[in-house]
């Protein structure tokens, strides 16, 4: 059997950057990659960097520039600079390369392996993505990435896949969150390296599975809850606004009181009902503050235009969890938690480590994989979905990015411009057309 030194180390992290582009993210991200050296060295008393690490953003950019597709030099950036942030931190120099990146409209996905460990041994790589909501546009929806990794003994291994997505925002639509992941789970479609024929599989054909970014539950408290009417200023550093809040938020500033709100979180009651984000697993969520939404530029002052919510999670199944016990798991959460410091975004960045199983002696029995949901078939017109929300999307980029253009960085601004100068032409002609009257 392995040892716990030897089991493979998964960091997985999350972050709304706010469509802020190139200023999403400071130059210096070791207050989002320190926690992966303090529990690696209380793991195997001595320091080792992750075996993999998977990095999604949501709203990634600008949204006339992620519908037009412009992301590249953003993404080429973040990819540099993740890369350099990860062995600059790690404990024993350890080098990483990037396995593979994926992006749809504002949501992308880059995940790294090190070099001398899984690295190595890995193949099969696959992105893909999946618009959802409306027209399949792509503002909310999902991107994965997937790989196997042989066997230490040179068999088939495993497969890894991990999905970044952002689902549909505001309370009161939670059946268009559920859709939107049920669609997702339905149409993120990966081809069977296995098969020679077309055959897609869903995110669920794979050994481990994790499910990150913006999924946008709230915490929605009854009416008639205690907590839920509002009164006067609280006095409290950490939560405080100009007029009056509801006691919600002084009662997540203790951990008694975050876990009382749990219960009123609408992403658990979904996975307890199961409505969606079937057989996928959590570690503590409630063990950190809640992470959106936030006023701009400060670390600890939530926004009264929300009730503060834990948005943005991280959840996980792998192949040897048992679906008849939905909240055990054989992945061990070592970290989840978010990252107050940073403060361009409405939301909190997250963090998860998470130390995957030992992998049993399955010699000639083939890849393990996930019990597999039986709702969650592929939609037969996946492809015809996507590539419609996809060319879609991209018409109403480019004619917004013209707009903005003529508009010098405002679209409205350019959509007038467009109008008085149609107006400005029509006038001319006529007036050259009442002069040359005799």
């Given at each position: 059997?392995?040892?716990?030194?030897?089991?493979?180390?998964?960091?997985?992290?999350?972050?709304?950057?706010?469509?802020?582009?190139?200023?999403?993210?400071?130059?210096d991200l070791v207050d989002w990659l320190s926690p992966t050296?303090?529990?690696?060295?209380?793991?195997?008393?001595?320091?080792?960097?992750?075996?993999?690490?998977?990095?999604?953003?949501?709203?990634?950019?600008?949204l006339h520039l992620?519908?037009?597709?412009?992301?590249?030099?953003?993404?080429?950036?973040?990819?540099?600079?993740?890369?350099?942030?990860?062995?600059?931190?790690?404990?024993?120099?350890?080098?990483?390369?990037?396995?593979?990146?994926?992006?749809?409209?504002?949501?992308?996905?880059?995940?790294?392996?090190?070099?001398d460990t899984l690295g190595r041994r890995i193949c099969d790589v696959q992105t893909?993505?999946?618009?959802?909501?409306?027209?399949?546009?792509?503002?909310?929806?999902?991107?994965?990435?997937r790989f196997r990794a042989k066997a230490l003994d040179g068999g088939e291994g495993e497969i890894y896949t991990f999905v970044c997505a952002h689902l549909t925002p505001f309370a009161h639509k939670l059946?268009?969150?559920?859709?939107?992941?049920?669609?997702?789970?339905?149409?993120?479609?990966?081809?069977?390296?296995?098969?020679?024929?077309?055959?897609?599989?869903?995110?669920?054909?794979?050994?481990?599975?994790f499910f990150l970014g913006d999924l946008n539950f709230r915490v929605t408290l009854p009416s008639d809850h205690p907590l839920a009417k509002p009164v006067g200023p609280v006095p409290s550093k950490k939560i405080r606004d100009s007029d009056s809040h509801p006691p919600v938020w002084e009662a997540l500033s203790s951990h008694e009181g975050r876990v009382e709100l749990k219960e009123y979180d609408q992403l658990t009651k979904v996975r307890r009902n199961g409505e969606?984000?079937?057989?996928?697993?959590?570690?503590?969520?409630?063990?950190?503050?809640?992470?959106?939404?936030?006023?701009?530029?400060?670390?600890?002052?939530?926004?009264?235009?929300?009730?503060?919510?834990?948005?943005?999670?991280?959840?996980?199944?792998?192949?040897?969890?048992?679906?008849?016990?939905?909240?055990?798991?054989?992945?061990?959460?070592l970290i989840y938690t978010s990252i107050p410091s940073y403060t361009t975004s409405d939301h909190k960045p997250i963090v998860g480590l998470y130390l995957l199983p030992a992998s049993p002696d399955l010699t000639g029995s083939g890849i393990p994989l996930i019990t597999h949901p039986p709702q969650y078939l592929p939609d037969p017109?996946?492809?015809?979905?996507?590539?419609?929300?996809?060319?879609?999307?991209?018409?109403i980029g480019w004619v917004w990015c013209f707009f903005w253009f003529i508009g010098l960085g405002n679209a409205g601004v350019g959509f007038a411009n467009l109008f008085v100068g149609i107006g400005a032409w029509r006038w001319w002609g006529n007036k050259k057309g009442a002069i040359r009257l005799p």
């Open positions: 059997l392995m040892t716990e030194s030897e089991r493979l180390l998964c960091q997985v992290a999350s972050y709304n950057t706010n469509l802020q582009g190139s200023s999403g993210l400071p130059q050296l303090t529990v690696s060295n209380f793991l195997s008393r001595e320091p080792r960097g992750p075996d993999v690490v998977a990095v999604g953003f949501q709203e990634l950019l600008p992620a519908f037009a597709g412009l992301s590249r030099s953003i993404l080429d950036s973040r990819t540099t600079l993740i890369q350099s942030q990860i062995e600059k931190y790690a404990p024993n120099g350890e080098k990483y390369t990037l396995v593979a990146r994926a992006v749809n409209v504002g949501v992308a996905l880059l995940v790294f392996a090190r070099d893909q993505w999946t618009g959802c909501g409306p027209l399949w546009l792509g503002n909310k929806g999902a991107v994965g990435v059946s268009a969150r559920i859709a939107d992941y049920n669609y997702i789970a339905r149409s993120l479609l990966f081809p069977d390296p296995s098969s020679n024929s077309s055959e897609v599989t869903t995110m669920y054909a794979t050994s481990h599975l969606a984000l079937v057989g996928l697993r959590e570690a503590d969520f409630w063990k950190f503050q809640c992470t959106y939404k936030y006023k701009l530029g400060e670390v600890d002052a939530y926004s009264s235009k929300r009730t503060p919510s834990w948005t943005d999670r991280i959840l996980y199944t792998t192949y040897t969890d048992d679906p008849t016990t939905p909240d055990l798991s054989h992945i061990t959460p017109y996946w492809l015809a979905k996507r590539w419609t929300g996809r060319f879609i999307g991209w018409t």
